[in-house]
């Protein structure tokens, strides 16, 4: 039960628009289209972003989309704003009925 | 809408039991189409996920290998809500502790609902 691999940090301006990449292993990422995304501030709960590698809940922006390919899933986020700065983790469904989750990205606007 | 409300001591002494609950409100424990979790965060280890309990037919959890030994999840039906257990605690259990829900059927899918969150301390 290895943490997925993010990169720690990422950054881009108003408006641009950045990918957060997730590596996991032929075990949990590779196998299931079961990654997440979540985006938490300093002080609260994560908040889920997307599902099922693509899928947005309710009331979530479509500036924010996922992907995946092969063991790599990623999370683009477009026309990037102020209040998108925070940190972001991804997880996923292992084959073992458990989850693992990445070691988190902190994304500056700057 | 769906909220879940944890209680439970902020501060353990080392070898005792973390103990804490998670009170569901809109949704239930015994949910054919739910999972609850359990997912720790701390600077040192990040998000980390415990287990979860859920219902479908019978009862089942799922824990994490790294805490399997000490671990237990229940399902309370008569106060919809469930609990985290965690013996023989170090200081490296201190952590901010929440629960969760998931609306996967089989597996684990996305968490959409996240309680407040609560700090526990590992200390003599």
């Known amino acids: 039960q290895s943490a997925l691999t993010q990169p720690a940090s990422v950054s881009g301006s108003p408006g641009q628009s950045i990918t957060i990449s997730c590596t996991g292993t032929s075990s949990d990422v590779g196998s299931y289209n079961l990654v997440s995304w979540y985006q938490q501030h300093p002080g609260k709960a994560p908040k889920l972003m997307i599902y099922e590698v693509s899928q947005r809940p309710s009331g979530v922006s479509n500036r924010f989309s996922g992907s995946k390919s092969g063991n790599t899933a990623s999370l683009t986020i477009s026309g990037l704003q102020a209040d998108d700065e925070a940190d972001y983790y991804c997880?996923?469904?292992?084959?073992?009925?458990?989850?693992?989750f990445g070691g988190g990205t902190k994304l500056t606007v700057l | 809408q769906v909220q879940l409300q944890q209680s439970g001591p902020g501060l353990v002494k080392p070898s005792q039991t973390l103990s804490l609950t998670c009170v569901i409100s809109?949704?239930?424990?015994?949910?054919?189409?739910?999972?609850w979790n359990w997912i720790r965060q701390s600077p040192s280890r990040g998000l980390e996920w415990l287990g979860r309990t859920y219902y479908r037919s019978k009862w089942y959890n799922d824990y994490a290998v790294s805490v399997k030994s000490r671990i237990t999840i229940n399902p309370d039906t008569s106060k919809n809500q469930f609990s985290l257990q965690l013996n023989s605690v170090t200081p490296e259990d201190t952590a901010m502790y929440y629960c969760?829900?998931?609306?996967?059927?089989?597996?684990?899918?996305?968490?959409?609902?996240w309680g407040q969150g609560t700090t526990v301390t590992v200390s003599s």
């Open positions: 809109g949704d239930s424990v015994s949910s054919n189409s739910a999972a």
């Open positions: 997880s996923s469904y292992e084959g073992s009925s458990t989850v693992v």
């Open positions: 969760a829900r998931d609306r996967g059927i089989v597996a684990t899918i996305g968490m959409d609902v």
